[in-house]
């Protein structure tokens, strides 16, 4: 699809995914989640790129959902669009007035966008470069590492718009930041600073504008330069998907998988020959087409 919302750029194994619309502190759109959601497409299907890096244009992230529908905005009866932004739907009310919970457009857009960025086979690292709130910072929670500018600021900002907290962060968030802080967050839906996004566990770090890019590309060159992408691509799956396991004997069935799959393989040992020689290793292994034949182990979610 042709971008308007958001720029893809590949470089060196390190694609940056940039959020485009600084005019309007890069609002968030039903445009703009079809157009991150094809972009992680591009970047899954794409064997030269190794890490995603997320950030915005101008001197925002994202600062939320775009407003300018007024009060309609989350209203999606009232409006001509899916909750997609671009595409009309038939309504989810029925005949009777009762709705059907299940119909695709009460699905909320930006658990689309967090859910397709929980599935990406290539890290994902968040360069946050300004204010980000509502969506802007929901959107952030799937993200593996998330690295704040000073100027960043970050809001749960959903029960003073009279909404609640949205795109799967009821489950991302206690996950990152504990049960506390998360109701806390939501609670009073306060507008915090990077320090305290730092304290609370949020981010992993907070440096000085002109540092976050440098600093972000850095962090992507150690995983692209060092790194098997099909040994990465399946940890961050079991890492990831582990957090809802019941028992470590989940974690054990799949460890010793993917422990027997990948010995198997070129890349284990190109792995231990290159630190045994010396040298830098060359993984053969590619994620597009040699991922160990057990993945999927885990059964796929319709919404429903």
């Known amino acids: 699809m042709e971008r308007l919302e958001t ?3 590949i470089a060196d194994g390190i694609a940056i995914l940039t959020l485009y619309r600084p005019d309007k502190l ?3 759109t039903g445009r703009m989640m079809h157009e991150i959601i094809a972009a992680f497409d591009e970047t899954d299907a794409n064997d030269d790129v190794k890490v995603v890096i997320m ?6 992230y994202c600062a939320g959902a775009d407003l300018s ?3 309609q905005t989350f209203d999606y009866d009232s409006r001509s669009e899916d909750a997609g932004g671009d595409t009309p739907q038939s309504s989810p009310v029925r005949a009777d007035g009762s709705v ?5 457009a009460v699905r909320d857009g930006g658990g ?3 859910l397709r960025i929980f599935e990406s ?3 994902v690292i968040g360069a946050i470069n300004g204010p980000a709130v509502g969506i802007g910072v929901t959107m952030q929670l799937p993200m593996d590492i998330r690295i704040a500018s000073t100027n960043a600021k970050f809001g749960f900002v959903f029960a003073r718009r009279g909404i609640v907290p949205e795109a799967c962060s009821s489950w991302f968030l206690p996950r990152l930041v504990g049960i506390s802080r998360a109701m806390e967050w939501c609670a009073t839906g306060r507008v915090f600073g990077a320090q305290e996004a730092l304290e609370g566990g949020l981010v992993r770090q907070v440096v000085e504008p002109d540092e976050l890019m440098p600093t972000a590309i850095a962090l992507a060159r150690e995983i692209v330069d060092n790194t098997a992408p099909v040994s990465v691509a399946l940890t961050r799956q079991m890492l990831w ?3 809802g396991a019941d028992h470590p004997m989940e974690a054990h069935k799949i460890d010793s998988r993917a422990i027997y799959a990948r010995g198997r393989q070129g890349d284990a040992k190109e792995g231990v020959m290159s630190f045994l020689e010396k040298r830098p290793a060359v993984y053969p292994d590619k994620v597009s087409t040699d991922m160990p034949d057990f993945v999927p182990w885990w059964a796929e979610r319709p919404y429903e």
């Open 7 to 9: 720029k893809l750029e």
């Open 26 to 28: 890069n609002a968030f």
């Open 55 to 60: 950030t915005g244009a101008g001197r925002a």
């Open 69 to 71: 529908a007024g009060a």
């Open 100 to 104: 059907d919970y299940t119909h695709e």
């Open 112 to 114: 689309r966008c967090t």
């Open 121 to 123: 086979l290539k890290p």
């Open 241 to 243: 998907r582990m957090l």
